[in-house]
């Protein structure tokens, strides 16, 4: 009976064991990641106050490189009823139905 209850308590110290190691592992993997999101965060919240602090209008245009130059025509282009853009050559709708030929 001592062998069997020994036996029993050895077993169920090496599965605790396994699980302990499992949830070790599974814990270093989130620490991971949450490390990383923190890092994410930290920059965004750096971004953040440089963007709204004096002067941080002016960083934000210096770190756009499509701006249009001031002496450039700018070109917006507007949707009409007819096609999204100019063509230059468009079939007109015929108002017959056409016949199915045989």
């Not at 190691?21 to 949450?34: F, M, P, Q, S």
């Not at 770190?63 to 249009?68: G, L, R, T, V, Y």
């Amino acid at each position: 009976m001592k062998v069997g209850l020994g036996l029993v308590a050895v077993v169920s110290l090496v599965r605790l064991g396994g699980a302990y190691r499992e949830r070790l592992d599974r814990y270093g993997e989130i620490t991971a990641v949450l490390n990383i999101q923190q890092a994410k965060l930290n920059k965004a919240q750096q971004r953040f106050d440089s963007l709204f602090t004096t002067g941080g209008e002016q960083r934000l245009i210096q770190e756009q490189d499509q701006w249009i130059a001031p002496n450039r025509m700018r070109v917006v282009w507007t949707t009409t009823g007819a096609a999204p853009f100019p063509t230059v050559e468009q079939p007109q709708p015929s108002a017959e139905k056409p016949q199915p030929t045989r």
